[in-house]
């Protein structure tokens, strides 16, 4: 028996985070000296495995090849793949379809046939695998990673596969977001133990070979404090640096009565990277800034909000675009305010407007904390023009021009001869099509968070 394990998205071009599912598959099967490996391409002969088990988590993902020639050939045989995961489902919009589509999903490998012929061996149930149980197996994607390396890819680009003990504690969620996998489900409840996947492993100096923790919960601090707050203390008590991948509620430091201890107890761990939380809504504006009035008192590491935007986006509603873009700098403006970093999260709908390379510019822009912190918008979309026009074409330039000194050299033919740089042109096309706004898009351009940030906003007064 040979079992073939395919992440469907490293096949589609890859991601920065091994697939949990299919490392836990592979603990289990590796625990029964079961043969298995990770399939590497999509044109692989596949004929060596008795069983396939695909995992997708996102559903722009396309399918393997082999996979789609497979079920195409089958013509009422039984199938040798078994599939799983978000990507199969996530934009399926009917309720009822939605959660029978997960139901069955989130327990799928443990009701599976051929794993539950053997013997569980960590716990929580007799036969077959338990996924909150499960200790992954973390070398399943070692081989593919030295051949990416050897071919020239850098070893810190595999990082989150090669250093980190990786796992859920909760599982769950209440805010019911529209584009969420959790949209139906109205609580948190408690998943896994930090010692099921914890890797004590260590190299042949005796390091730690995995010396983080990384965490896929989907909102920690909305469980309750009998929950959060012993595994909170079991984390801190690892003294390994650890970080909740998908991020934090702040809201909850604002919502909660538990809120000056939640932040304080946050400020005292061993975190790993910036504090990451989500600034995902405009109307959340008010319990945003109550909740970081709180945890700037306590924190002085940088934090970090994911901002969403692009949501149902199609290409021919502007005004939809327009509102989109403005949130997303009055919430920039909020967090610069408190001297937080912003990331842009886009959803696939950006794609859909002719307008979409805005998103691009101002994550290209956002998501680089040395652009962010530096300049605004409108001086880093001009900043790639004299970069352009210093190394490409040998001019001596004026570093940054404003948008009405821009306007002026256009006017007066400057740029005939010259090429207009890709983010200059987008921000001025937008500028353009939203003319009765510019007034308005000029000031949200232009924010810049050296300007703007106020620790009074948060410092008790004595």
Known sequence: MKIGLVDADLLDGGTRHPNLALLKLAGFLNDHNIEFRLIESENEDISEFHLIYISKVFSFTKDPKFFNRS????????????????GFYALNENEMGFRQYRSVDMMQLENDPFLNRYPNMRDGKEMGISMAHQMPFYDLYVPYIEKRIAAGRKKSYYKDYLQYSIGFLTRGCFRKCPFCVNRFENRILPYSKI???????????????????????????????????????????????????????????????????????LSQCKYHGDYIFAFDNWSDRPKIEKALKIWKRYNKKETKFYLFCGYKLNSNDDDLLLKDIKEIFYRIEVLMKYGCLGYIMRHEDYHNHELQNIYVQIARWCNQPAFYKKMSFWEFCYRNQTFW???????????????????????????????????????????????????????????RLRDLVNPNLWLKSE
């Open 71 to 86: 079920q195409e050939e089958k013509k009422g045989k039984e199938s040798r793949f078994r599939w799983g995961g978000t």
């Open 195 to 265: 010692q099921w996947f914890l890797s004590d492993e260590k190299d042949e100096k005796g390091r730690l070979k995995r010396p983080y923790i990384y965490l896929w919960d989907d909102n920690f601090l909305a469980s309750s404090p009998s929950i959060w707050r012993p595994l909170l203390k079991e984390l801190m008590e690892t003294r390994r640096p650890f970080q909740f991948r998908q991020g934090l509620d702040e809201r909850i430091l604002a919502e909660s009565p538990y809120g000056e201890e939640i932040a304080e107890l």
């Open 389 to 447: 026009e210093e190394r490409t074409l040998g001019l001596k330039v004026t570093p940054i021009k404003s948008y009405e000194e821009f306007i002026v050299d256009f006017n007066n033919g400057y740029y005939t001869d010259k090429k207009i740089s890709l983010p200059l042109k987008t921000i001025i096309s937008f500028l353009e099509r939203f003319s009765s706004h510019k007034k308005e898009l000029l000031r949200l351009f232009n924010l």
